[in-house]
C-alpha cells in the first residue's frame, strides 16, 4: 500500500514540473507562432499574438513624445509654422500608428518589408516569397520581468535599440503589449 501514495507523489511531482516546464517556455513559442503566421501572411491571426489597442497607445505615445521635442527645441521656438506642424502632428500620427499597429503592418515588419512603403500604400502583405519553414529561427533574447511580463531583445541588442515587451495571458497565452522604439525616444 505504500507504493500507491510514492507513485501519485512521483506523478504529481512530474506533472507539476511539466506544466511548469511549458508556462516557462510559452513566451518563445508565441513568439514561433507569431513569426511563422507572419512569414505565412496570416493577418488574420496577428490579434492572436497581439494586444492591438495597447499597442497602438504606446507607440503613440512613444512618437508624440519625439514630435513634441522636436517641435519644441530651441530651432524651431521662433518658427512660425511650428503651430501649423503641431496642429498637423496628430493626425499624421494617428494614420502612421493606425498603419503600424495593424494586423498587416505586423506582417509586414516581421516579413523585413519597408515601413515607410506601408505607411504610403497600406496594401494588404502578401505572402514572404521565402517559405516559412526557411525562414531564420528567432536569434534573440527573451527575459522574464516578473511573473506575467518578458522583455524581447534581439541577441546583440545595444542600450537604446528597439525591443518587445509581451504580457502573460492565462497560463500559457502570451500577447505583444508594447514595442519600445528606443533611441528614437532619446532624439
Given at each position: 500500500m505504500s507504493l500507491k501514495p510514492k507513485a501519485l507523489i512521483a506523478t504529481a511531482a512530474v506533472a507539476i514540473a511539466a506544466i511548469a516546464g511549458y508556462s516557462y517556455a510559452s513566451p518563445w513559442m508565441t513568439l514561433k507562432n507569431l513569426r511563422d503566421d507572419a512569414m505565412a501572411g496570416k493577418a488574420d491571426?496577428?490579434?492572436d499574438y497581439v494586444d492591438f489597442p495597447m499597442?497602438?497607445?504606446?507607440?503613440?505615445?512613444?512618437?508624440?513624445?519625439?514630435?513634441?521635442?522636436?517641435?519644441?527645441?530651441?530651432?524651431?521656438?521662433?518658427n512660425p509654422f511650428s503651430g501649423l506642424a503641431m496642429a498637423m502632428a496628430g493626425g499624421l500620427i494617428d494614420s502612421m500608428v493606425g498603419t503600424l499597429a495593424s494586423p498587416n503592418g505586423v506582417v509586414n515588419m516581421v516579413q523585413g518589408k519597408d515601413a515607410r512603403e506601408e505607411v504610403a500604400v497600406q496594401t494588404a502583405p502578401a505572402p514572404a516569397t521565402s517559405d516559412a519553414k526557411s525562414a531564420k529561427a528567432f536569434n534573440g533574447a527573451v527575459n522574464y520581468d516578473g511573473y506575467s511580463r518578458?522583455?524581447?531583445?534581439?541577441?546583440?541588442?545595444?542600450d537604446?535599440?528597439?525591443?518587445?515587451?509581451?504580457?502573460?495571458?492565462?497560463?500559457?497565452s502570451w500577447k505583444v503589449v508594447d514595442i519600445?522604439?528606443?533611441a528614437i525616444n532619446e532624439q
Open positions: 491571426k496577428m490579434s499597442l497602438r497607445e504606446s507607440l503613440k505615445g512613444q512618437i508624440q513624445g519625439v514630435m513634441m521635442n522636436s517641435l519644441s527645441s530651441p530651432e524651431m521656438k521662433d518578458v522583455i524581447v531583445k534581439a541577441k546583440d541588442a545595444q537604446g535599440d528597439p525591443y518587445i515587451v509581451m504580457k502573460r495571458e492565462g497560463l500559457f519600445q522604439l528606443g
